[in-house]
């Protein structure tokens, strides 16, 4: 078993043959994400939530028991089955490494992620590494575990030198493991100065490749892997090595501008939006990996009968995306495998203990909107209106517009900053207090919900990915 390598534009085994990696994204697993699990605000949040309730065994059991099930044998089995052959495995920091202890290697962060690689090596799927998490916060979004809008990441070096240490261990413990695809060393970057990042670039590259010269290293691009116009020269520097976008489209989301009808203005639009971000790449001759992208779907208890319809759109600009992808070759990996439903290939059925136990909560959740990803704020913009429309009236138009703009707009800050953090962090107690008085047999059953045999397939989806999947390998 060779390593898989960057030649160029490809990436290919050790017999110089074009391998080309289709998959998804293991979210919300080892980086847990309020919309693919159900709770509000951030994971560290949850988590101290809930110790405070049943207290920090009981807890640590809950988790550990979440983590168990969330992705076992029945999973990689059936992920194989669709012809898929790589996963994007999402990990917080925090597995490896307290704040309150920094670069002292918690060895027990490895258990999960070790029997996951395993188990998709013996089934034939490669993983690629990839630290959704770093201290500090790399992004201002919620799912880099922070808590708060602003990437402290970029504005405290040592939040860096703490990356740059983990890395090295992790490099240290995967150096002889071959179905590793390659390391994904750091999510979705929002560095507000664009340049500090190729500079973190460089360190990691460095301290990567002291003890790791074999895998491949992927590195997203600035401002939510979208933006590579800073990168200059630098990859010059930086041998086997591929370059990440995340090409999600407004169409496949609630605040899409109009109905998908997969028009020839949409589709220029598409491929447009596509094109831009892979710019840099294309024009130095550089290897693209589409490390996120995918839309959301309708649910019938929240959309109702109009959810099918819904999703048909939703389905055909998967189809379109994925036919400027065959063009290119381009590997992919798709967000995400599985959460509750309303992105994943599998998700939880609604019949299960935790679904029971959090409908009326997750029906709250979803009208506050309380969730930044596809949110549809319908229910509750009356309420935050009157601020926006206060902050263009008061704020000169020159400075309404803050970075990470035009990925966030002053009407997506203001959500994020009133809902997403502070009205959602009024619901963490609730949440956690849904699990008041159960014992370790109760807090089992609940985790188990997350286990395959517990979960539903989207098979419309599934059935566009496998049909994609065999298109480019027998091409």
Known sequence: MSYIKVSGTKLVDGNGKETILRGAGLG????????????PGCEFQIREAL?????????????????????????????????????????????????MNPRVLKKEG????????DLCSKHGIY??????????????????????????????????????????????HYVGNTWIAGYNPLNEPTDPTHTTLIHFYNRIYKVIRDVDPHHAIFLDGNTFASDFSHFGDAS??????????????????????????????????LRRSYERKREWMDKNGLCVWNGEWGPVYARKEYEGEAWNEINQQRYQVLKDQLDIYNKDRLSWSIWLYKDIGFQGM????????????????????????????????????HLYQPLIDHIKQEVKPEHQNLYPYPVWTLEGRVGRLTRCILVAEFLVAEWAEHFRGMDEAQLDKVAKSFAFENCLQREGLNKVLTE?????QNA
């Open 346 to 381: 599998v998700y939880v059925s609604q019949e299960t203990p935790y679904m029971t136990l959090f409908k009326d909560f997750l029906a709250k959740k979803r009208r506050l909107a309380v969730d930044a990803w596809g949110v549809d704020d319908s229910a509750v913009r």
């Open 110 to 117: 490895f258990k999960h992620l070790d029997r996951v690689i």
């Open 127 to 172: 993983t690629i590494l990839d630290l959704h998490t770093a201290p500090g916060g790399q992004n201002t979004d919620w799912h880099s575990d922070a808590g708060t809008h602003i990437a402290n990441f970029w504005k405290h070096k040592d939040f860096q030198d703490r990356t740059v240490w983990l890395w090295g261990e992790l490099a240290k």
């Open 236 to 269: 010059k520097n930086w041998e086997n090595t591929a370059y990440s976008i995340h090409d999600y489209s407004v169409f496949g989301f609630p605040a899409a501008p109009e109905a998908y009808v997969s028009n020839d203005t949409q589709r220029h639009r």
């Open 51 to 99: 110790a405070e309730v049943v207290g920090k065994e009981k807890s640590e059991f809950f988790f550990d028991k979440f983590l168990e099930y969330f992705f076992q044998e029945d999973d990689a089995k059936f992920f194989k089955s669709l012809g898929l052959n790589c996963i994007r495995i999402a990990f917080n920091y925090r597995h490896f490494e307290d704040d």
């Open 468 to 472: 994609n999947a065999s298109l480019v």
């Open 28 to 39: 919300g697993w080892m980086n847990m994400e309020n919309f693919i699990t159900g709770y």
